[in-house]
């Protein structure tokens, strides 16, 4: 009789151990989820660089400050020992958080990370635009003007905006000093506004076309601050030499702009 309450004990004890242990991993469990559910949300809230557009301009891209680049270093660090926990959960088999990954090491100045997350991304949705587009701004960045060419194609043929692919194609080949291919796809890309026509002056003025230049710059002479850009501008350099801005900067702003 006394074995049998030993035996009825036992079973009792094992099943408020089974229940606590039940308990504490579902509380740990819901915790953890909640966790990476706010942090997911977080992610999918980052705005970086390239989000909306990235569209480049005529000037040779930076060197990333000393001090700037330890602090972005920093950040790196605390951001990898999340992602490393992120992966192990199923939201590690989500397109969108490696897209949203991509876009933050962008930020964070390491391009190549950046593509290596953004190529994640594509081989779970590789109909994805805004990936392509994204990760062309990375391979600008590391100056792999071929790749970034590429992506950029890649992104027209899945329906993403024509005009601010067509434009970075053009500053590529602006970059590369391929100003007839440049102009090509600057007068693509019309549609991104005055930028491009003013790129499209500066590409005709590297390349030699100087009355072509100077046709360029009359359509876009009222608007923003393009007097300002050409006064000092380096492309221009030649036309300033030889006088033939001088009744641009002096021109009076239409009345209809």
């Not at 960045?141 to 790749?147: T, V, Y």
């Amino acid at each position: 009789m006394k074995s049998l309450e030993f035996i009825l004990l036992l079973i009792s004890l094992v099943g408020i151990t089974f229940t606590i242990f039940a308990l504490f991993y579902l509380l740990t469990f819901k915790k953890k989820r909640a966790y990476f559910e706010s942090m997911k949300q977080e992610l999918l809230k980052i705005k970086g660089e390239p989000v909306p557009r990235e569209l480049y301009g005529t000037r040779k891209l930076e060197p990333i400050p000393e001090d700037q680049k330890r602090l972005l270093d920093e950040k790196k660090e605390n951001f990898e020992a999340f992602i490393s926990k992120l992966r192990k959960t199923e939201l590690g088999a989500d397109a969108e958080i490696y897209y949203r990954i991509g876009i933050y090491y962008h930020n964070l100045k390491d391009f190549n990370l950046a593509i290596d997350n953004f190529k994640i991304a594509l081989s779970m949705n590789p109909n994805q635009k805004m990936i392509y587009f994204n990760m062309g701004g990375s391979h600008i960045r590391l100056e792999n003007w071929q790749k970034a060419i590429e992506c950029y194609k890649e992104s027209i043929k899945r329906g993403e905006e024509e005009a601010p692919s067509y434009y970075n194609i053009g500053w590529i080949y602006d970059e590369l000093k391929n100003y007839k291919e440049a102009i090509e796809y600057y007068e693509r890309s019309l549609t991104v506004a005055y930028v491009s026509i003013y790129n499209k002056a500066c590409a005709f003025a590297k390349w030699g076309k100087h009355d072509e230049a100077i046709k360029e710059l009359e359509k876009i002479i009222d608007k923003g601050d393009y007097k300002e850009n050409i006064k000092i501008d380096p492309d221009l350099e030649m036309l300033r030499k030889q006088g033939k801005l001088k009744y641009l900067l002096k021109r009076k702003p239409s009345k209809n702009h």
